[in-house]
């Protein structure tokens, strides 16, 4: 079977998009997904995303993890599907209406390689902190936890064996002033450290502002990961956060066949 595919990255979060709009793939088979993200004898990806025709929105995106397994949603993977959408013509816009797993989204096309998407509303009573990590869920579930120096953790050790205890993600977090953070995360269906994990990123800035170890200043705020920089913005009404936006950078890389 011949693939036609994109290659985009969102801040080292890479993925292989495939618009099925008018055509079927093996969604069915459970080693198909994983050969094309396969490093080796694939295309080498953190995750596939799915472009389909949606008569809710401008695009539904379904999103599976490396290892063939339909996930949650993906906050770099929904930025790196709203600049592919363009390039598709889907829409002219520079505003993109589309749904993922987790329901409704916005996309805004800053410039060409700066994209933000909103993500869901979070209740502050669904946010769980305990004595050693803070545990939230925005659009996919994250576990949170503070460090002092982020470069000496050993994310895949620790990440792993908190991932297959409790099921989650994993995000190791330095609080490096007022508004500014860095992360480190193990991704749950990739299996090890990713280079940046947007719904991670989002997860520690409200953890981190839920137990004040940042404070609201300017009302935006900056994530150092592995892959660059993110911003993350939000408004707190009362109980709940709202207009949870996720901003950076979005480069296409190329785009081909694969036989597979």
């Known amino acids: 079977m011949k693939i ?12 292989i998009m495939l618009d099925i709009r008018k055509k079927k793939i093996p969604e069915e088979d459970p ?17 596939i995303i799915l472009i389909k025709n ?35 013509g889907i829409t002219k816009k520079n505003k993109i209406f589309f749904r993922a797993i987790d329901g409704n989204h916005y996309g805004i096309i800053q ?4 994209i933000s998407i909103n993500l869901i509303d979070i209740e502050v009573d669904t946010i769980k902190i305990h004595q050693k990590y803070v545990f939230l869920n925005t659009g996919s579930p994250h576990h949170v936890i503070f460090v002092k120096n982020i ?10 064996k908190i991932r297959f205890h409790r099921g989650v993600n994993v995000n190791f977090v ?3 002033g007022k508004n500014t953070l860095k992360v480190r995360t193990y991704e749950r269906g990739v299996e090890n ?35 660059g920089k993110l911003w993350v913005s939000f408004q707190k ?11 950076g950078s979005v480069k296409f890389i190329f785009e081909g066949w694969i036989n597979i």
């Open 4 to 15: 036609y595919f994109f290659k985009y990255q969102g801040t080292g979060n890479d993925f």
């Open 31 to 47: 080693s198909f997904f994983p050969k094309l993200c396969n490093r080796n004898f694939g295309i080498g990806a953190d995750g």
């Open 54 to 88: 949606d008569c809710k929105s401008d695009f539904y995106m379904k999103y599976y993890n490396s290892n063939g397994k339909e996930s949650t949603m993906c906050g770099n993977g929904g930025r790196c599907a709203v600049s592919f959408s363009k390039k598709l």
């Open 111 to 114: 410039d060409k390689e700066m």
């Open 151 to 160: 470069k000496k953790i050993d994310v895949y050790k620790k990440g792993r």
């Open 174 to 176: 330095e609080v490096l």
């Open 193 to 227: 450290e990713t280079l940046s994990c947007g719904t991670g990123v989002t997860a520690s800035v409200i953890a981190a502002y839920e137990t004040g170890a940042l404070s609201f200043n300017n009302g935006i705020f900056l994530v150092y990961t592995l892959g």
């Open 237 to 247: 009404i009362q109980n709940r956060y709202e207009n949870i936006y996720l901003t």
